[in-house]
């Protein structure tokens, strides 16, 4: 096991915030689609069709939630957004039909994009001279505390009855409201100084946003997992059915474990680059393993998908390491959050678009379709290097705070330019 304690005050704050919201987030992940079906007897495809909106409405909120982390304090932000996450939660016992339930789940969601931005300037100030490996330790605690969530969940599941599953939301939303309480004890941060020049630096930033469109097509691994393996299991694989929870355990427990080790050599944004490139190769090998399960006898089948799992995890523990280090590492510390809230519109889009590409893909057109679907992570994967050298040659000194450049005497300008011939 690697080291998850926190070195500081700060960072045990921060830490206990995150793995109390990690419960709260596994109670959703596992139950949540279920309690909308099976309790709010709301239509699937209504459920289907109210999250795709609003996974495409919360895009844009984690940029205006990170700026204002930026000029107005991130404590408060971010507290803010975990209490609109409890509330929206909450109101998921009222969702009864298709608007107050998409009102309800959009809220909820875009709460979350946004709480995602403002905590990253808290991780960037608490987390000491390298902010990326303590992100990578916060994934590690929240992978920790998705599991106990999705353990209670099963119990909700198990029962079977509305009444179970309107406790899941309860202490779903319970688990926001805590997470905020615990955020409380953190000692705030000041406002970032503003800098002069554009207000939305991160939307002007080229280099950055394709970092961010690759990003984002990396991130469709994430559902591999969770959407195209289980489906591929059940429907093409002789497989044990519980096998879906196994490779869920599997992934859980390789995550806990590597995710801090696989994070300390990357230290540079050169190196994360390097790491995207190492994870389009590993992805490219697990898509290239799962269609070997179909049609083979069932222990077969059942270490083909293991093994699969086991290297896509490898390639998951590279991307995420290499994503900490390049969009932190690219950004002005002055707009952490506007910086992170754009990073995270990669994998929002992700989020919105990538089970229904990996349906039509790997379950749909079955074998070609996951040659296909590697071959485009291991593209993605080659281009990111090449993204990150013109990312880092185009970043610019860091513009001085208004407050400062005004201070600096016109006369010393003027000796400044005589002295360069200007």
């Known amino acids: 096991?690697?080291?998850?304690?926190?070195?500081?005050?700060?960072?045990?704050?921060?830490?206990?915030?995150?793995?109390?919201?990690?419960?709260?987030s596994g109670l959703f992940l596992t139950a949540g689609v279920l309690y909308f079906t099976e309790a709010a007897r709301l239509p699937v495809?209504?459920?289907?069709?109210?999250l795709g909106i609003a996974g495409l409405l919360s895009l844009a909120v984690g940029i205006a939630a990170g700026h204002l982390?930026?000029?107005?304090?991130?404590?408060?932000?971010?507290?803010?957004?975990?209490?609109?996450?409890?509330?929206?939660?909450?109101?998921?016992?009222?969702?009864?039909?298709?608007?107050?339930?998409?009102?309800?789940v959009s809220a909820a969601t875009g709460a979350k994009a946004a709480g995602l931005a403002a905590r990253a300037p808290?991780?960037?100030h608490y987390g000491g001279d390298r902010p990326q490996e303590f992100r990578a330790r916060l994934r590690a605690v929240t992978n920790v505390g998705i599991s106990v969530g999705?353990?209670?969940?099963?119990l909700a599941v198990q029962a079977g009855t509305v009444g179970a599953y309107r406790l899941l939301v309860v202490g779903n939303a319970c688990a926001f409201a805590a997470s905020a309480a615990v955020l409380l004890l953190l000692p705030p941060v000041a406002p970032a100084p503003v800098a002069r020049g554009p207000r939305w630096i991160a939307l002007r930033d080229r280099p950055y946003l394709t970092l961010t469109a690759l990003d984002g097509v990396m991130a469709v691994q994430f559902k591999v997992l969770t959407v195209a393996i289980p489906l591929w299991l059940v429907q093409s694989t002789t497989a044990p059915h519980w096998l879906v929870s196994g490779t869920m355990l599997t992934n859980t427990a390789l995550v806990v474990g590597l995710q801090v080790r696989a994070s300390r050599g990357i230290d540079s944004p050169r190196s994360g680059g390097l790491a995207y490139r190492r994870a389009g190769a590993a992805f490219l090998g697990s898509c290239a393993l799962?269609?070997?399960?179909?049609?083979?006898?069932?222990?077969?089948?059942v270490a083909v998908l293991v093994a699969a799992v086991v290297v896509h995890t490898v390639g998951e523990l590279w991307h995420a390491a290499g994503g900490f280090e390049v969009s932190y590492a690219l950004a002005p510390p002055h707009a952490t959050g506007q910086y992170l809230g754009v990073f995270g519109l990669g994998a929002g889009l992700a989020e919105a678009v990538g089970p229904a590409l990996l349906i039509a893909l790997c379950v749909g057109w079955g074998r070609p379709g996951w040659y296909?679907?590697?071959?485009?992570?291991?593209?993605?994967?080659?281009?990111?290097?090449?993204?990150?050298?013109r990312a880092e040659a185009a970043r610019a000194p860091e513009p001085a705070p208004a407050s400062e450049a005004a201070r600096v005497p016109a006369s010393a300008v003027r000796r400044t330019l005589t002295r360069t011939g200007r």
């Open 1 to 24: 096991m690697p080291k998850l304690s926190p070195d500081t005050g700060p960072q045990r704050t921060l830490t206990v915030s995150n793995l109390v919201n990690a419960v709260g």
């Open 150 to 154: 999705a353990l209670l969940a099963g």
């Open 372 to 389: 296909l679907v590697g071959a485009l992570f291991a593209l993605t994967g080659l281009l990111t290097p090449l993204a990150v050298r």
């Open 69 to 104: 982390a930026d000029r107005h304090g991130a404590r408060g932000v971010s507290v803010a957004t975990l209490v609109v996450q409890a509330l929206a939660t909450a109101a998921f016992v009222l969702a009864d039909g298709f608007w107050p339930f998409v009102l309800a």
């Open 290 to 301: 799962v269609p070997l399960a179909a049609g083979a006898p069932a222990g077969v089948a």
């Open 122 to 124: 808290l991780v960037r």
């Open 45 to 50: 495809a209504t459920v289907g069709l109210g």
